[in-house]
């Protein structure tokens, strides 16, 4: 059984930077995985996605240079540096894996991962 689970959300005052994990057991394929978000009222979006070999990395324009993703393929485990926090940046993050070839890309698609984790929330003050 696949399991994601996500920490290291919280609460932040702008401009104010956080670390997410997101831990990844059990034996699955993994062609791709990212970094979803979702505000209340609005539509899941696509954060950053990081190929299996971390060759390729996409970013969502409002958060790029402010975030970075990576992997520690070892410890299982993916990371979502977030720096120069925004109050806009406010959501419930998602953890997400896919089997996909196609998954990594500009505006990644929500459809393209099976694996989800729990969530973490970040809040960011003004």
């Known amino acids: 059984q696949v399991q994601l689970v996500e920490s290291g959300g919280g609460s932040v005052q702008a401009g104010g930077s956080l670390r997410l994990s997101c831990v990844v057991s059990g034996f699955v394929s993994r062609y791709c995985m990212g970094w979803f978000r979702q505000a209340p009222g609005k539509e899941r979006e696509g954060v950053a996605t990081i190929s299996s070999g971390g060759r390729s990395t996409y970013y969502a324009d409002s958060v790029k240079d402010r975030f970075t993703i990576s992997q520690d393929n070892a410890k299982n485990t993916l990371f979502l540096q977030m720096n120069s926090l925004k109050p806009e940046d406010t959501a419930m993050y998602y953890c997400?894996?896919?089997?996909?070839?196609?998954?990594?890309?500009?505006?990644?698609?929500?459809?393209?991962?099976?694996?989800w984790g729990q969530g973490t929330q970040v809040t960011v003050s003004s």
């Open positions: 997400a894996l896919s089997v996909k070839w196609w998954a990594c890309r500009p505006q990644a698609m929500d459809v393209d991962f099976g694996y």
